[in-house]
Structure formats: C-alpha cells, structure tokens
C-alpha cells in the first residue's frame, strides 16, 4: 500500500516509518524542510513537500496513496486552540481527497479529556468531553459518514523510547531547573504509557485492519503513579522528591502543571483483541532508566 504520512519525521511518526517500509509498504511523508525530506529519503520513503496549513499539499498528498496516517500536530501550548483548529482543518482536507473511495485513514488523538469515573481505567468506548479543544477524533469519524475508512489511535500521554523530547523529558528539564522532582497532592494519579516501536506497529494494524468508525488505545501500561515518575526522576538527578499542594505545583511543573495532574490511567484490552496487538517493548520506568539520564 501507499501510505501518506503526516508527521513522518517526528518521535513516533519515524518510527511509523520504519514500521510500515519494514511491513513492505510504500511511505510518501510530509516533509516542510529540505532536512525532512531527507531524513525520509535516508528512511527509504519519498518526501512530499508541505506544512498542516497547507491544504493544498495535503489535499495532493492523500490523493496520491492508498491510505492515510495523520500525526502531524503543532505543539504549541502556548496557543493550544489554534493548533488544534489547524488540526481539525488538516484532518477535513485529508478526509475530502479520501471521500468516496472507502481508504484508511488513521488519525491521532490522546486520553485526556475522556469521561471516565474517577479511578477507573479510561476505555475504547469512553468519549472524549466536548469541553476538550482538540477535536481530531470527533473530526476523523465524521468522515466515515463519506465512505472514508476512518479510525482513530488514542496515544498515552507518555509515548517513550531513546530520543524522546515529550512531557517526561519536560518534567525532567523542569526538576533541574527547580532543583527538586515535585509531583501534585499525593502523586497518585495515574498515567498510561507506551513504547514508540509499539505504538508504531498499532498504527500499522489499525491502517490494515480497522474497520471504520474505530477507536484504539495505544496504550501497553495501564498506569503509572506520577509519584513513581517523579521519583526516578529525583533519583537519578539527585534531587529531592517532593509533594506541593496543586495550587503550588505551576511553580515547579511550568505549563505542564495540568497535564501532570490529570489521571491518565486506560485499558487496551478491547485494541488488543481487536488487532491481535501486543505490546513487547520495555515499560517507561525501565526505558527511562535506560536512556533519559545519558546527558
């Protein structure tokens, strides 16, 4: 199959990459800079010149493949709503060169803002709250409605692995800058995690396999206490390790103070079953041990 990438040079979408040519698809991805595109050359995939906000290139983009993976998102948290409405334009646009034609399109989505009862594992059938600004998964089952093979993939909020520059290692800059590893209240909520190499192969299946109007979870650990997180991380920079009231922790978790508070806990059995997926990569504590500690 040819596969349109968005995002294909990022953490995951390389390792999406590497999956699909190693599965023996052709990979057309996304490329907005001459660096890119010569990464995915490197990757043994043909480079399509574009950004999210061009429409135009992503319109050509997908007209061009048998199916498409949507990964590309601007992490601009700062100015999180029009990234997610450049999100939500860039998945419509994929959607319309697809319609009609009943091809897989793969988007991407999280598990925050899912509702869930407190304490209890988030699933494939919980929807996301409609307070959230991010409507990627909204966005990509609507289009099943026009023959577009849609499905989405929820990813943990910690997708990890060697080169990861996402919120873990956010909270790591965040404790040496502070001088202490803190976590919120008693650190017990929970967050869901993920190896990049398995969420990886989850894109794949669900681009083979999934039928339309999907929902999944990338998702291998069901939850990992943030005290647990924050702990290796105080560990091993040498640092105290210590809990603040929530209405204190913005000062030591920055921007990121909300999302460390979440609880992010969720169950993959239903992806699973489904997709006959089953991740096998090392868990976060582990990887974290491994590689985030090197510099």
Do not use: C
Not at 213 to 224: F, K, N
Request: avoid cysteine; charged fraction near 20%.
């Amino acid at each position: 199959m040819r596969v349109f990438v968005t995002g294909a040079t990022g953490f995951i979408g390389s390792a999406v990459v590497q999956e699909l040519r190693q599965a023996g698809h052709q990979v057309l991805g996304l490329a907005r800079s001459e660096e890119a595109a010569q990464a995915l050359a490197a990757a043994g995939a043909e480079a399509h010149r574009g950004t999210l906000d061009d429409l135009d290139s992503l319109r050509r983009g997908a007209a061009a493949s048998e199916g498409v993976i949507h990964l590309g998102f601007i992490h601009d948290f700062s100015n999180y709503a029009a990234a997610a409405e450049t999100d939500k334009r860039a998945i419509e646009t994929l959607g319309e060169a697809l319609a009609g034609s009943g091809r897989p399109l793969v988007a991407t989505s999280g598990l925050a803002g899912l509702q869930k009862q407190p304490g209890q594992l988030a699933t494939e059938t919980d929807a996301v709250s409609p307070q959230m600004p991010r409507v990627s998964e909204a966005t990509a089952l609507a289009l099943v409605a026009k023959n577009v093979r849609a499905s989405v993939v929820r990813l943990a909020p910690t997708v990890h692995g060697a080169g990861d520059h996402g919120f873990v290692p956010t909270l790591l800059n965040f404790a040496r800058q502070q001088g202490m590893a803190v976590y919120a209240g008693t650190g017990d909520n929970q967050w869901a995690a993920v190896h990049r190499a398995d969420a990886a192969r989850l894109f794949r299946l669900a681009l083979e396999q999934g039928p339309a109007g999907a929902r999944y979870h990338g998702v291998a650990e069901e939850g990992i206490p943030m005290r647990e997180i924050m702990t290796t991380i105080g560990r091993r920079l040498g640092l105290p390790t210590e809990a603040k009231p929530p209405q204190e922790s913005a000062a030591h978790l920055g921007w990121l103070a909300y999302f460390a508070g979440l609880d992010m806990a969720a169950s993959s059995a239903q992806t699973q079953q489904q997709l006959g997926w089953h991740p096998t990569q090392p868990g976060l504590l582990a990887d974290m041990e491994a590689h985030y500690f090197e510099s």
